[in-house]
């Protein structure tokens, strides 16, 4: 239980640490409020990456005191567009910009390139997450012998009783050759991806004005829905699927474990809030990363573990 405690630690101090370094800045107006765009309602980033095509998003930026002539186009920008703006933007945030817009000339569309990117850099992730699946299968096959032992210790909390768990839990780790540790490895990719694409595409108007499968991917469905485009709640409901089957896939080796269930429903009415409020082009990487990880997971105990 420590163990898993600090994993948890670990991963709400990475969290914090890379909301910190996040650079996207709103833009705001004269009286210090945040500037929509009132035709799709999306709060506009003050610190885009290149110009935008969209004339009425252009004269909000101008009124508003942004100077868009010594940004590139978004056509021509490049991974040194700008210069250095520190390790977060130049390392993460344009390398991933780049790619999205280089792939959108390809395939002529930004959504596209979008859904594209996300399974590329899943695909490189894999032998790291599909160790992590794996991880999970093994918990399962030793859960019986787990049981077990917290049946034998369920009331003893003496300093040498625990320890004898700690060491009993350990050999039986090693017997299934789970390590526990390996179990954050999942949340600490996701994690900054999830913001790197969030920044990605608050900063690169080529992405947040353009149309998507009906939706406007700078829209959020709250938005949307309250501009009376139901088809909004579409994807909404494709991200609660989805993060469904992804969440009871990953919990698999626990399904009696009331903690994780717990943990789960909390997770998954998070994730469902979360996804009115968050651009349709960010719940469309959250849906392709989610049905990645559910065929991953699929895979993995088709296999011999």
Do not use: H
């Not at 009331?258 to 719940?283: C, H, P």
Request: some cysteine.
């Amino acid at each position: 239980m420590k163990k898993k405690n600090k994993n948890k630690l670990i991963v709400l101090l990475l969290l914090l640490l890379f909301v910190s370094v996040g650079c996207t800045k709103q833009l705001k107006d004269s009286d210090n409020k945040a500037v929509t765009n009132p035709t799709t309602g999306q709060s506009l980033t003050e610190n885009i990456l290149c110009k935008p095509e969209d004339e009425e998003t252009i004269n909000i930026y101008i009124e508003n005191g942004v100077d868009l002539e010594s940004l590139p186009l978004c056509s021509e920008f490049s991974i040194t567009s700008g210069g250095y703006e520190g390790i977060w933007t130049s390392v993460f945030i344009k390398p991933l910009a780049w790619v999205i817009l280089t792939i959108g000339s390809f395939v002529k569309s930004n959504g596209l390139a979008l859904i594209i990117t996300s399974l590329l850099i899943r695909l490189v992730a894999y032998p790291i997450t599909r160790k992590t699946a794996i991880q999970s299968e093994l918990m399962k096959k030793a859960k019986p012998e787990l049981d077990k032992l917290e049946k034998k210790y369920a009331n003893k909390t003496d300093n040498d009783s625990m320890m004898r768990k700690s060491q009993e839990m350990a050999f039986i780790y090693k017997k299934y050759q789970i390590n526990p540790i390996s179990g954050c490895l999942y949340a600490l990719i996701q994690l900054p991806l999830f913001i790197a694409f969030l920044e990605a595409i608050n900063r690169v108007p080529a992405i947040f004005e353009e149309n998507f499968l009906g939706f406007q991917l700078g829209t959020t469905p709250l938005v949307g829905i309250t501009n009376g485009s139901y088809i909004y709640i579409i994807i909404t409901i494709v991200v609660g699927l989805s993060t469904y089957f992804s969440l009871k896939l990953n919990s698999a080796s626990n399904p009696d474990n009331q903690q994780v269930k717990s943990a789960n429903k909390v997770m998954f009415v998070m994730i469902m809030v979360m996804s009115i409020f968050m651009s349709s082009a960010l719940n469309i990487y959250w849906i392709t990363t989610n049905l990645f990880t559910v065929g991953q997971n699929l895979i993995v105990k088709r296999e011999k573990v």
